[in-house]
């Protein structure tokens, strides 16, 4: 079984600067301090933001079935501000996930906004079929209203 949703937020913010979050490290950095709810910690194991960087991200307790994942980033372009991050351990493939992955895509619509877009690929057996109602966009959305709040906050003081 194969799955894909997917989650738009426009930002009154221009594409770059909110790629120079999504597209490093920086996101990571900015959802251990910003978002208690969603992760409890990040720690970068291993690389420095471009492709092959693994994180590992323990979840705050009370999230059914979930503990930790560890997320490796697999592809990074910059010049259309697309970033891919597979979970390789942990997290959704406990639960009988073959494939989950994050692709974290920044869109232009004008010099002075751009949308984030946060899309989920699945891939699960037949047997595990009913597991892919635990997927939404839930946090994906919480993520996306938290940096880009985060951001205009940031430009209002500058």
Same mark, same amino acid.
């Given at each position: 079984?194969?799955?894909?949703?997917?989650?738009?937020?426009?930002?009154?913010?221009?594409?770059?600067?909110?790629?120079?979050?999504?597209?490093?490290?920086?996101?990571?950095?900015?959802?251990?301090?910003?978002?208690?709810?969603?992760?409890?910690?990040?720690?970068?194991?291993?690389?420095?933001?471009?492709?092959?960087?693994?994180?590992?991200?323990?979840?705050?307790?009370?999230?059914?079935?979930?503990?930790?994942? /560890?997320?490796?980033?697999?592809?990074?372009?910059?010049?259309?501000?697309?970033?891919?991050?597979?979970?390789?351990?942990?997290?959704?493939?406990?639960?009988?996930?073959? @494939?989950?992955?994050?692709? @974290?895509? =920044?869109?232009? /619509?004008?010099?002075?906004?751009?949308?984030?877009?946060?899309? =989920?690929?699945?891939?699960?057996?037949?047997?595990?079929?009913?597991?892919?109602?635990?997927?939404?966009?839930?946090?994906?959305?919480? =993520?996306?209203?938290?940096?880009?709040?985060?951001?205009?906050?940031? /430009?209002?003081?500058?």
């Amino acid at each position: 079984m194969h799955g894909e949703l997917l989650h738009e937020l426009e930002v009154g913010l221009p594409a770059g600067v909110v790629w120079e979050v999504y597209g490093t490290l920086e996101l990571a950095n900015l959802m251990g301090k910003l978002l208690p709810n969603i992760v409890e910690k990040i720690e970068l194991v291993e690389g420095d933001g471009e492709v092959g960087t693994v994180l590992h991200v323990n979840f705050p307790r009370g999230i059914p079935g979930l503990t930790s994942c /560890k997320y490796k980033f697999v592809m990074i372009d910059d010049e259309r501000r697309v970033k891919d991050v597979d979970m390789f351990e942990g997290g959704f493939l406990d639960l009988g996930f073959n @494939l989950f992955r994050y692709r @974290l895509e =920044i869109v232009e /619509k004008d010099a002075d906004s751009s949308i984030i877009r946060s899309t =989920i690929f699945y891939e699960l057996d037949d047997e595990h079929s009913a597991e892919a109602s635990l997927v939404n966009t839930q946090a994906v959305a919480t =993520i996306a209203q938290v940096i880009s709040e985060h951001l205009m906050e940031k /430009k209002a003081k500058a």
